[in-house]
């Protein structure tokens, strides 16, 4: 269902999943390998998003951080905590 409002970039199941689990949105983060993944992290008031490229012709330059591998993330976070 494309239609969807559960599917991103809504930000519906990550609103659900704040209320849910009273998760503070300011100090979460989005990780995703899509657009659509920080474009719902955006819309949910995350506080950082991370977006790891898998294809170059089509990055997602308004995340926070961009990096290459998900194993860079673990040192991203540490930084910045």
């Excluded at 969807?4 to 998760?23: D, G, H, T």
């Excluded at 657009?35 to 995340?63: F, L, P």
């Amino acid at each position: 269902e494309s239609n969807c409002e559960c599917r991103k970039p809504s930000p519906k199941m990550l609103l659900e999943a704040q209320k849910e689990f009273n998760i503070d949105m300011k100090h979460s983060w989005m990780v995703g390998d899509k657009k659509s993944d920080i474009d719902a992290g955006k819309k949910a008031g995350v506080g950082k998003t991370v977006y790891i490229v898998h294809d170059r012709q089509n990055m997602c330059n308004e995340a926070d951080y961009i990096i290459e591998k998900v194993g860079k993330l673990e040192g991203l976070v540490r930084k910045q905590v």
